[in-house]
């Protein structure tokens, strides 16, 4: 959820090369539910004002089994 400043969220599912695009700004605060089995990239649209997000996640990260891997969305 942006809550300040304007953003892309990209979502791409992993093994396509299907890309969904999110424009969020905190003008108009929305959440976006980030998919599994999706990776998911943030970009700040503005070059003068930051961007402010809030997220949250139904379980705590567990290190010992980590689900939670890099990939490129492009």
């Known amino acids: 959820m942006v809550v300040s400043g304007k953003g892309l969220i990209q979502q791409r599912k992993i093994g ?4 969904i695009n999110f424009e969020v ?12 089995g999706y ?6 649209l503005s070059d ?3 961007l402010v997000t809030v997220m949250w996640a139904n379980e705590q990260f567990d290190q010992s089994k980590p689900d939670t891997f890099f990939e490129i969305v492009e």
């Open 25 to 36: 700004s905190g003008d108009k605060i929305e959440a976006v539910h980030m998919i599994p």
């Open 48 to 50: 003068t004002e930051n």
């Open 16 to 19: 396509t090369n299907e890309v």
């Open 39 to 44: 990776t998911h990239n943030i970009i700040n």
